[in-house]
């Protein structure tokens, strides 16, 4: 009898997760009696965002689906509808396609819908990086709700198995630490020279650079406005620097951050620059050559120790997340932060220990993964 290849579909909704799990998808899409799916959703769909849906074709990972949430989240009312929405379109696709398993990434909004529509339908859920915490942002909230919901856990450190095995009904044989797949993919990108960034981004390197990605307090809404105030306040008191930065993701707040960073860049239009998406490539490229790396990206967390760069993580949003001995967390005052930024302008980074770092985390991951499908 003809063997019948298992449907395993991966939901991405944004830039930062899809670089995380890119080399990992590359290889789960060759493996053999497995029918692999990639859904593309949230963020990659949206122009202002920089269309990232099209990093993932130049990878040449096939997209099987687009599921567009069209969701406006400036405004917090806005995000239950597009949760319904979502519940309703993932509800459709898992009817008729009938995957026997979801691998579900993170803890946003979307990816709830997702893991949401799998439960009512009795359809595994692996889902990856629960048991972390970021306590200045919903995303907390649904992680944890993820996690309840899924079957299979895919954690990034030690710590996170001791937090999620205390949740109702979940199998502690059903976890495991895979670290963070991104640490072993960044050694397989070819970063730019210096040279081709200053093309790209018409900067001069031999300058300080700073690179800053500054995400909403979805929980403290008025506190993405006084910190982001703070930030920007800082950096108008340091001289003769280039300010490079990535615009948040589309969480509640993101349309005010964004206006402000453009207004911030209008100052100096040949220094400051900011970017819907720089793309791996280049966003690893820029880590590597700046002097500073700033904000509040969990990328602080994950990939920056990579390239031995101290990350200087500003104010709530990632409060309490695991963390090693380059993070330096500093509360978001503005005199707190200039004195920071310049102080770590002249430090050289070295070799750090990364907590989310697992050796042969990526085959470990597919051999986990082809043993619970079969």
């Known amino acids: 009898m003809r063997n019948v290849k298992k449907k395993i579909f991966f939901i991405t909704g944004s830039r930062a997760e899809y670089g995380q799990f890119s080399f990992f998808l590359q290889k789960l899409s060759k493996l053999k009696n497995i029918d692999f799916k990639l859904i ?149 990108v070819k970063l730019f020279k210096k040279k081709d960034i200053e093309d790209l981004l018409s900067i001069n390197l031999n300058k300080k650079t700073i690179l800053c990605t500054y995400h909403p307090i979805t929980n403290h809404q008025n506190k993405t406005r006084e910190e982001l105030k703070n ?18 993701n589309n ?35 820029l880590i590597k050559y700046s002097s500073v790396v700033t904000g509040n990206s969990s990328s602080l967390f994950y990939e920056v120790p990579y390239f031995g760069k101290y990350s200087l993580n500003i104010g709530i949003r990632q409060m309490n997340r695991t963390q090693g001995n380059s993070i330096i967390n500093l509360r978001a005052k503005k005199n707190i932060i200039f004195k920071k930024i310049s102080e770590y302008l002249n430090v050289k980074g070295k070799k750090f220990d990364n907590p989310y770092f697992k050796k042969n985390s990526t085959n470990r991951t597919l051999k986990i993964i082809k043993k619970i499908i079969n």
């Open 251 to 285: 969480d509640t707040g993101n349309d005010f951050i964004i206006k402000q960073i453009q207004k911030f860049c209008k100052l100096n239009k040949k220094n400051f620059i900011i970017k819907s998406s720089l793309g791996q490539k280049l966003y690893y490229s």
């Open 40 to 188: 593309v959703t949230g963020m990659h769909l949206y122009k202002n965002f920089g269309s990232t849906y099209k990093e993932i074709i130049k990878d040449n990972i096939k997209i099987f689906k687009k599921i567009n949430l069209k969701s406006n989240l400036d405004t917090i009312k806005n995000v239950p509808y597009s949760v319904g929405y979502g519940i309703k379109k993932f509800t459709d696709l898992f009817i008729r396609y009938k995957p026997d398993l979801v691998c579900i990434p993170g803890d946003r909004f979307e990816m709830l819908s997702a893991a949401i529509a799998c439960h009512f339908n009795q359809i595994p859920i692996a889902h990856f990086y629960g048991g972390e915490t970021s306590l200045g942002s919903l995303d907390e909230e649904n992680r944890n709700c993820i996690t309840l919901l899924s079957k299979y856990h895919f954690v990034s450190n030690k710590k996170h198995i001791v937090k999620i095995k205390n949740f109702p009904n979940i199998k502690r044989k059903n976890i495991f630490n895979i670290g963070a797949l991104a640490l072993e993919q960044i050694k397989t």
């Open 231 to 248: 930030i920007l306040d800082a950096l108008k008191m340091l001289d003769n620097v280039n300010i490079i930065f990535t615009k948040p």
